[in-house]
């Protein structure tokens, strides 16, 4: 297959939109136009969108995704539960063997500690959340720009077949009043026969 002129791909895209979308090229947006175009130039509007999105990324984004995963697993949920009782736990020996610990009770050394730990994790959360809402909106657009291209693939398949199917129906309708005229023909060809004794 040749691919389409510039001209020729700008005018059925007019066609599909005005056709296929009721709506004229100039009043689509920028995503339904790009649809138009590629129905028009019968080319795939698929693509690998998380390959494309990681592509492009820093290793500090792909850190702070690392650290997003880790910080939101069970893993991390369970450790977290450990040193915190170990932390209570080690504290409360060392306070009653030497009568003092070295974080005593109400732990402000380990809420100092969990602080830190929130204000450097939560910032990071929220690069990972930033990076995965634009994927997800990526993602949506492109889910949209597949499915509209897919419904009006079908709408073009459509009108195909309702065109050969009325071709059909003309070809038939032919065929079938040229059967008829012979059947007339053969009759009058008999009758002065039988009226013949």
Same mark, same amino acid.
């Given at each position: 297959m040749?691919?389409?002129?510039?001209?020729?791909t700008?005018h059925?895209?007019h066609?599909i939109?005005?056709t296929l979308?009721?709506s004229s090229?100039?009043? $689509?947006?920028?995503?339904?136009?790009?649809?138009?175009?590629h /129905?028009?130039e019968?080319?795939?509007i698929?693509?690998?969108?998380?390959?494309?999105?990681?592509?492009?990324?820093?290793?500090?984004a792909r850190a702070?995704?690392?650290v997003?995963h880790?910080?939101g697993?069970?893993?991390?949920?369970?450790?977290?539960?450990?040193?915190m009782i170990?932390? /209570? !736990? !080690?504290?409360s020996?060392?306070?009653?063997r030497?009568?003092?610990?070295?974080?005593p009770?109400?732990?402000? $050394?380990?809420?100092?500690?969990?602080?830190?730990l929130?204000?450097?994790?939560?910032?990071i959360i929220?690069?990972?959340?930033?990076r995965?809402?634009?994927?997800d909106?990526?993602?949506?657009?492109?889910?949209?720009?597949?499915n !509209?291209?897919a419904? $009006?693939?079908?709408? $073009?398949?459509?009108?195909?077949?309702?065109?050969?199917?009325?071709?059909?129906?003309?070809e038939l309708?032919a065929?079938?009043?040229?059967q008829?005229?012979l059947l007339?023909?053969?009759?009058?060809?008999q009758?002065?026969?039988e009226v013949?004794?």
């Open positions: 040749t691919p389409a002129t510039p001209a020729h700008a059925t895209a066609d939109a005005s979308l009721g090229y100039g009043a $689509l947006d920028e995503r339904t136009r790009k649809v138009a175009r /129905v028009a019968r080319r795939h698929a693509r690998n969108l998380p390959e494309e999105f990681d592509a492009g990324h820093t290793r500090g702070a995704d690392a997003a880790f910080g697993s069970w893993v991390f949920i369970g450790l977290f539960a450990t040193t170990a932390w /209570v !736990l !080690l504290n020996w060392v306070l009653a030497q009568d003092h610990g070295f974080d009770y109400p732990y402000i $050394l380990l809420n100092l500690f969990l602080s830190m929130a204000a450097i994790q939560a910032p929220l690069m990972s959340q930033n995965q809402s634009q994927k909106r990526a993602s949506a657009e492109h889910d949209y720009e597949v !509209l291209k419904e $009006l693939e079908i709408m $073009l398949l459509h009108d195909k077949l309702d065109l050969l199917r009325d071709g059909q129906w003309r309708l065929v079938q009043g040229e008829m005229k007339q023909d053969l009759l009058r060809q009758r002065p026969q013949m004794p």
